[in-house]
């Protein structure tokens, strides 16, 4: 079956920087596209990145751009999301989607807290 899990979230001070793994298995992972997602307290779930499953092509948000950068590896069924420069309203639980739009498979969150 599908299963989507993400690593690497924690507690980091504003500036500072974070990278999140997302290990997919059950599925031909090099045949999708994935994406990003958070969710901050009380706010709706937001997209933050995707990376195209044809040539690698990226997108980000107006939010994050030019602080986070997402990649993938598809010898190891892996996406990354790299954060840098992290700001204290970056918290919030990320989650991992495969595809961008469409309804499909997610993670189950990994949190993020941005705090001095």
């Known amino acids: 079956q599908v299963q989507l899990v993400e690593s690497g979230g924690g507690l980091v001070q504003p500036g500072g920087s974070l990278r999140l793994s997302c290990a997919a298995s059950?599925?031909?992972?090099?045949?999708?596209?994935m994406s990003w997602y958070r969710q901050a307290p009380g706010k709706e779930r937001e997209l933050v990145a995707f990376?195209?499953?044809?040539?690698?092509?990226?997108n980000y948000a107006d939010s994050v751009k030019g602080r986070f950068t997402i990649s993938r590896d598809n010898a190891k069924n892996t996406v990354y999301l790299q954060m840098n420069n992290l700001k204290p309203e970056g918290t919030a639980v990320y989650y991992c989607?495969?595809?961008?739009?469409?309804?499909?498979?997610w993670g189950q969150g990994t949190q993020v807290t941005v705090s001095s």
């Open positions: 059950g599925f031909t992972f090099s045949s999708y596209g």
């Open positions: 989607k495969r595809r961008v739009w469409t309804d499909d498979y």
């Open positions: 990376i195209t499953s044809s040539d690698g092509s990226t």
